[in-house]
């Protein structure tokens, strides 16, 4: 069973930086994908990143290129996501997900998710 937990969400002010980390176990599939996604009060969860195992690939929806970074580390356990030059509106739950195959940023294609971490950009 593939289990994700989410860390390092918090309160940052607009500017700062924060990096989100997920936590992987139980993953048995390859090649996989690793994806970031968030969910703000009363909207949508979308698409944030997602990182492609096989070749290193990644893919950023348009709000966040340029300003966030999805990587993996070495042993292949923890996801990351670093954020920079955050913005109030980058306020949301951020969630890590999962799924074997390639990075898509269609959240319904995505089989794996953790509980989610909490990021507050003031202004």
């Known amino acids: 069973q593939v289990q994700l937990v989410e860390s390092g969400g918090g309160l940052v002010q607009a500017g700062g930086s924060l990096r989100l980390s997920c936590a992987v176990s139980?993953?048995?599939?390859?090649?996989?994908?690793m994806g970031w996604f968030r969910q703000a009060p009363g909207k949508e969860r979308e698409f944030v990143a997602a990182?492609?195992?096989?070749?290193?690939?990644?893919l950023y929806s348009d709000a966040v290129k340029g300003r966030f970074t999805v990587s993996e580390d070495n042993a292949k356990t923890t996801v990351y996501l670093q954020m920079n030059s955050l913005k109030p509106e980058d306020t949301a739950v951020y969630y890590c997900?999962?799924?074997?195959?390639?990075?898509?940023?269609?959240?319904?294609?995505?089989?794996?998710w953790g509980q989610g971490t909490q990021v507050t950009v003031s202004s």
């Open positions: 997900a999962g799924r074997p195959g390639v990075i898509t940023a269609v959240r319904v294609r995505w089989d794996y």
């Open positions: 990182l492609a195992s096989n070749d290193g690939e990644t």
């Open positions: 139980g993953r048995t599939f390859s090649p996989y994908a």
